[in-house]
């Protein structure tokens, strides 16, 4: 017997099978236009510079271009909003760093969780920060340094591209774990803050082995040590702090998300592609000249480093009271 309700159900399930399979169609064809790849920094930083070496890669892969759009701010809190309030279809992406896990303790608050509102694509890479005096500093070595500071506690100072940033907890870490005190010089960006560093006006400074290494290498600052555990194969004349401090260990990263909603079989996708173009000898080539140590992990291999690197830097950033208001 034919009834109305059975008459309405039909005509429902009618609607919804070619939907479904329209959804699944398009999952199956992403990416059939151009993916749009966030970066929450202004043009021109190491960030973006890595970031355009994989965009460049993954649209030869796709044969669809991979558009980097900047949309810096709020130490990437601007540009991270924007993914996580798109549409999560596979087409926008974020490319993002250690501010992604660090900036809910330093700021009052953040319009998106890390963790809720995103997927996890891949660890790209890790880099550490290299530690420098300028060539008028009689500091050697990192030895040196943590005497000089021990001399003179709270004068000598270090810069830094900001507050909260990952060079000004590498310093914060660097003086807990001597001993020592010394006073924190935020500048707006790397630029200004190497332009003072280098004519001798700052003490000490860590930053990326991008921006530092070229300067050490011209003779315009001395290289000291690298923050992460290991010797850089770029550089492997610097010693890594922790030869000199036994357990010192910082490195901060890039890596990959998507909105949490992003269909599982695209995320998927999109992590396997990563994974496959990090692994590529000529894009590790150039991301190794900059100072940086491939990774190239699963998108669980990232969560689990997202949450350590929550667990890690949490109660330092609380302990030391950083904040931005």
């Given amino acids: 017997m034919i009834t109305r309700r059975g008459v309405v159900a ?38 973006d510079a890595v970031g355009r070496i994989l965009a460049t890669r993954l649209s030869e892969m796709w044969g669809q271009q991979v558009v980097i759009e900047n949309r810096g701010g709020a130490g990437s809190n601007i540009g991270t909003e924007v993914v996580a309030r798109s549409e999560p279809d596979g087409y926008t992406i974020l490319f993002s760093s250690i501010g992604f896990a660090i900036n809910r303790f330093i700021y009052p608050t953040i319009p998106f969780d890390p963790v809720a509102d995103f997927a996890p694509i891949t ?36 810069a830094t591209s900001g507050i909260g940033s990952s060079p000004h907890l590498t310093s914060e870490l660097f003086c807990r774990t001597a001993g020592i005190t010394m006073t924190h010089v935020p500048y707006r960006g790397a630029g200004p803050a190497l332009t003072d560093f280098i004519a001798g006006r700052i003490d000490m400074m860590f930053n990326t082995a991008g921006a530092m290494l070229p300067q050490i290498r011209t003779g315009q600052m001395r290289g000291l040590a690298v923050s992460g555990r290991e010797r850089l194969p770029s550089a492997p004349e610097l010693p890594t702090v922790a030869e000199a401090l036994p357990g010192f260990d910082v490195s901060a990263w890039y890596a990959l998300f998507a909105p949490a909603a992003t269909p599982r079989p695209i995320v998927e996708r999109l992590s396997t592609d990563a994974m496959a173009v990090l692994r590529e000898p000529f894009v ?33 950033i609380r302990d030391a009271k950083i904040s931005v208001q």
Avoid: C
């Fill in 10 to 47: 039909g005509a429902v399930g009618s609607l919804l099978v070619p939907a479904a399979t329209s959804r699944l169609s398009a999952q199956q064809n992403w990416p059939s236009r151009y993916v749009r790849l966030v970066v929450p920094f202004p043009p021109g930083g190491g960030t």
């Fill in 123 to 158: 660890l790209i890479a890790t880099f550490p920060n290299v530690l420098a005096v300028p060539n008028s500093s009689s500091a050697k070595s990192v030895a040196d340094v943590v005497a000089l500071a021990k001399a003179s506690p709270g004068k000598l100072t270090y």
């Fill in 284 to 316: 590790r080539q150039r991301l190794e000249e900059l100072g940086l140590v491939v990774v190239g992990s699963s998108g669980r291999g990232l969560a689990e480093h997202l949450r350590a690197e929550m667990d890690r830097w949490g109660p330092v």
